[in-house]
């Protein structure tokens, strides 16, 4: 095959030239992006070796070699490992970012200082891109196990990249770097000096698990010949410990080696928000450490999000998000899991039904809800970061995770009418319950704003009930499917009947009957005239203010529930809703006293079909027919004037 010149995308050539005029205060951090690759690549032919006994593959000596040529300013990080056939090197080198580039151009351009912007590039996976940071040039050649041609990838990153075959490729990857002159000022260092190699390596990947090795310095030439009559050669020297964290004592891992880990694993620039470690000993015994991010990357909500953390048998790695060890509402965890008992050539299918499997399963979500909870007592602010980032994933556990129902339920905050900012979690919202007051109440809806002015609320805002506002789209479902939180009945405020009358007098009662009476006729000719919109025309104990409202039925599916099931391409069948009118409102007064005067009036028809109208865009619906309804509206507005 000969060279071929591709041109980068667009969005990758602009992304490419915020690297090449580095964006990143700390450019050593390129070297362990290239480290981390190159240990994915090891793990991945290991793997690949346990299942495929066939493939034609060394693996006796697997490690990262870093080689330096201070003459030539070139650094190259070559490993043995997997490697990448012609067709994954244009798919996964050739674009930046295959998904969401454009957006994450967008938040870096707006992010307002340096820590936000490296925080950002993790979540993309351009992480081999940090290279052109120190590099005039990058050059990649790499060779499949297996495969007999190589592939040369090379780009100065100014907009073109060419890959042509290489016919003595060794197996693995090689990453040459042409590296940029030192510039102190710019933090670009000399990354041919081997101290500095040395204080990379031990900064961000002394835990890796494979050896990293640099080759030793060229001896003087009266040196060479010593070592020649001594018949020994220079050994290269391992840069690295290789010592797993999780099966070293808390004692001797500091915080930044934990952080330096996590970055590892999640190709995460930004260090995680919470440490957790666990070690089960005894008939069956496991190692995990867990890390709750700071920020959830930009595919959480992806259909393609990958997610589980790295399972390790006997410090052996043995699969890359392993999905069966945490629930799909846990996916943002990151971490490693080392078991002691498993096979080594367990697959996905088996993982699914082995039993310990299931007991590490269970007790890793235990661990992680309770670390949650000890945040919201201990560490608030970290709890309110979590909980603004991953909130709505969470939620989606009330649904999933029925075993571990009321403990999400725990660690749950929600907004309510009590505080603008600060959520409420279910605990605090019934110790601060009024007397006399059974349910804790609640609403959904779009936003926060579109909630506190909906008609539904007014009655609750008079007599001070605090409700949630719930306006996660997880919200419309999970509620429900949760009946009650400590024997307190969750209830909606826009269903059923807003029975808020703690103990009404005879008076109240008689008052109540009579009103009931007088209203009958209108209730009964709007509930006939307007038959094919709504189940039920009633007077109503929530409204105060506004003239009527639309609510559903007690065990009805609200409209934005149905909506959502319709997106998802299933279909509920409709319900009808309930209208209730404001009988203290003035304009339900009038078409009452008008109705019982001239019931045979068409007009009045038409003032029925405008109160239903407006009660449906008062709380952010549709109308059926919005062009009868503005006819009606223009025949008014024209007879007032």
């Known amino acids: 095959m000969p060279t071929e010149t591709f041109e980068f995308q667009v969005e990758a050539r602009q992304l490419l030239q915020m690297m090449i005029h580095s964006i990143y205060s700390n450019k050593d951090v390129f070297l362990r992006e290239l480290i981390s690759n190159a240990s994915d690549a090891l793990d991945k032919l290991r793997l690949e070796a346990l299942r495929d006994e066939s493939l034609d593959a060394d693996v006796s000596d697997l490690h990262i070699a870093i080689e330096t040529d201070g003459e030539a300013r070139t650094l190259t990080v070559r490993d043995n490992g997997i490697g990448m056939s012609h067709d994954e090197v244009v798919q996964l080198i050739g674009t930046i970012a295959n998904s969401g580039t454009a957006k994450f151009l967008q938040e870096l351009k707006q992010a307002k200082d340096a820590a936000t912007a490296e925080g950002l590039i993790g979540q993309f996976g351009v992480g081999f891109y940090a290279a052109f940071m120190v590099a005039d040039e990058v050059t990649l050649v790499t060779r499949r196990a297996g495969q007999s041609e190589g592939t040369r990838w090379s780009s100065t990153g100014e907009g073109t990249y060419t890959v042509e075959p290489v016919e003595d490729a060794p197996q693995g990857t090689a990453v040459t770097l042409r590296l940029k002159p030192v510039d102190q000022e710019d933090q670009l260092f000399d990354y041919t000096s081997r101290w500095k190699i040395r204080e990379i390596v031990k900064r961000y990947s002394d835990f890796i698990t494979w050896p990293v090795r640099m080759a030793p310095e060229a001896p003087a030439a009266e040196e060479q010949g010593e070592d020649a009559e001594d018949g020994k050669a220079s050994e290269p020297e391992t840069l690295n410990s290789m010592k797993a964290l999780w099966a070293r004592s808390r004692d001797d891992v500091s915080d930044e080696e934990y952080h330096e880990l996590y970055k590892h694993i999640s190709h995460d620039w930004s260090d995680p928000l919470e440490t957790l470690r666990m070690q089960a000993e005894g008939t069956f015994e496991y190692q995990a450490l867990l890390f709750l991010p700071s920020r959830a990357p930009q595919d959480l909500f992806a259909r393609e999000h990958r997610r589980g953390v790295q ?85 989606e556990g009330l649904l999933s995770d029925h075993e571990n129902r009321d403990a999400i339920l725990r660690i749950a905050s929600f907004p309510t009418t009590h505080d603008q900012e600060k959520p409420a979690t279910l605990q605090q919202y019934v110790e ?137 391409g299933q279909e509920l069948p409709e319900a009808k809703r309930i209208l209730e009118l404001n009988p203290g409102h003035p304009l339900v007064e009038g078409l009452r006293k008008a109705q019982a005067e001239r019931p045979d009036d068409a007009d009045l028809a038409g003032t029925a079909e405008l109160l239903h109208g407006m009660a449906l865009l008062a709380e952010g619906g549709e109308l059926s027919d919005p062009a009868r309804f503005t006819k009606l509206v223009a025949e008014r507005l024209e007879r007032a004037l």
């Open 311 to 395: 399972l390790y048998v006997k410090r052996v790695f043995i699969m890359d998000h392993c999905e069966a060890l945490l629930p799909e509402y846990l996916r943002f965890v990151k971490g490693v899991v080392d078991a002691q008992d498993l096979s080594l050539n367990v697959s996905r299918e088996i993982l699914q039904q082995d039993r310990q499997i299931q007991l590490m399963h269970r007790r890793l979500v235990k661990k992680v809800l309770s670390t949650v909870k000890e945040m919201m007592t201990q560490r608030p602010e970290n709890y309110a970061t979590f909980w603004g980032e991953f909130g709505r994933v969470v939620k």
């Open 432 to 568: 601060r319950m009024k007397e006399g007051q059974e349910h804790i109440y609640f609403m959904t809806g779009e936003s926060r704003t579109a909630i506190e002015n909906s008609p539904h609320m007014e009655a609750f805002r008079d007599k001070g009930y605090e409700v949630l506002l719930l306006t996660d789209p997880v919200d419309e479902v999970w509620v429900e499917t949760v009946p009650e939180f400590d024997g307190k009945e969750l209830r909606s405020i826009a269903k059923g009947e807003a029975d808020l009358a703690k103990e009404e007098s005879e008076e109240d009662k008689a008052e109540r009957a009579k009103r009931q009476e007088d209203f009958a006729g209108l209730l009964s000719w709007m509930t006939e005239r307007l038959g094919d919109e709504v189940k039920e025309v009633r007077l109503s104990s929530r409204l105060t203010v506004s003239p009527a409202c639309v609510v559903s039925d007690t065990d009805d599916v609200t409209p934005a529930l149905r909506n959502m099931y319709r997106a998802m």
